[in-house]
């Protein structure tokens, strides 16, 4: 998935549990200039549905798409404006 657009910072949260993922997300997010991809990198099964919740209620975000890894799940987050 990653091949379909450009990564301009991916954000590592791995062992962050619920709701750290999507707190770290927002303030990496905020720091990025507007159409720029954030890949964010997590291991709590609960981000699949806490980020895209998140980036559903959240003017200003897309979640481009989501990857279920092995022990990863990969998150693509957008700033639309």
């Known amino acids: 998935m990653s ?3 450009d990564i301009a910072e991916t954000l590592d949260v791995k062992g962050a549990s619920c709701p750290m993922p999507v707190v770290k997300t927002k303030s990496a ?3 990025l200039d507007a159409g720029a ?3 964010v990198l ?3 099964p609960g981000s699949m549905s806490d980020l895209d919740g998140w980036a559903d209620g959240t003017a200003g975000v897309e979640l481009l798409g989501q990857e279920e ?3 990863v ?3 693509y987050v957008r700033k639309t404006e």
């Open 37 to 39: 991809v954030l890949e």
């Open 3 to 5: 091949a379909e657009f």
């Open 73 to 75: 799940y990969k998150h």
């Open 42 to 44: 997590a291991t709590d």
């Open 29 to 31: 997010i905020d720091d």
């Open 69 to 71: 890894g092995d022990d």
